[in-house]
């Protein structure tokens, strides 16, 4: 069974059919979703989800690079709908130094109190990168993140970051671009991966795995993924199916 731990399932490209993406996802063997939702409409969504299907859990957040739209009073919503059982982490959270709408002392502002938050209710932090690692990583040092743990979401950085977020109780989360004809690098750090650290994910609507790319993604599409991690690893589909979606629970406290 395969575990899609990070999917926007709440974004309105699946406004219209999100019955079929499940049902598709269903057939794929895909049996547990996290959506995660990162301002506002989304996290509403997440919400109705969460209370709608039986196998879908949430991650909600605030996204680094609508920081500067967060209020206390956002942080407090937060919090309050934390205490959700089936609110499994917080995020995506983090710092995206490529899109300049958030200055970034506040994106750095509202990732500690982020943090600060999951360490309050006790949850993993679900980290968005883009082009910030030295930040990040300085960040999670500096506030403790290890006592909560959780996921580099989508991670495209370095076997040897991936060592200092591994040694801070993180797991390392491969998405579509892993399956990229060109992706040479992220393969490399896929293979360098201890099994009891891998995740798999979709990120979909984004980021459609090879042979799709360029078109919608979608949960079910999480199986290519992790065909690509069981040929990079030599091992079988349900192997590294199984592995992942242990490991998954685990991080999420999913019994
Ligand atoms: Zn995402």
Redesign the pocket.
Known sequence: MLFDT?A?LNAEQFGEDLEEVLNRAKEAGVSNIVV?GFDRPTIEKTMELINQYDNIYGCIGWHPVDAIDMTDNDLRWIEELSQHQKIVALG?MGLDYYWDKSPKDIQQEVFRKQIQLAKKVKLPIVI?NREATEDVVKILKEENASDVGGIM?CFSGSIEIAKECMDMNFYISFGGPVTFKNARKPKEVAKEIPLDKILIET?CPYLTPHPYRGKRNEPAYVKLVAQQIAELKEMTLEEIAEITHNNAKKLFNIM
Request: charged residues 30%; proline residues 0%.
């Open positions: 990070h926007h995660v995506e968005h979401h990120d």
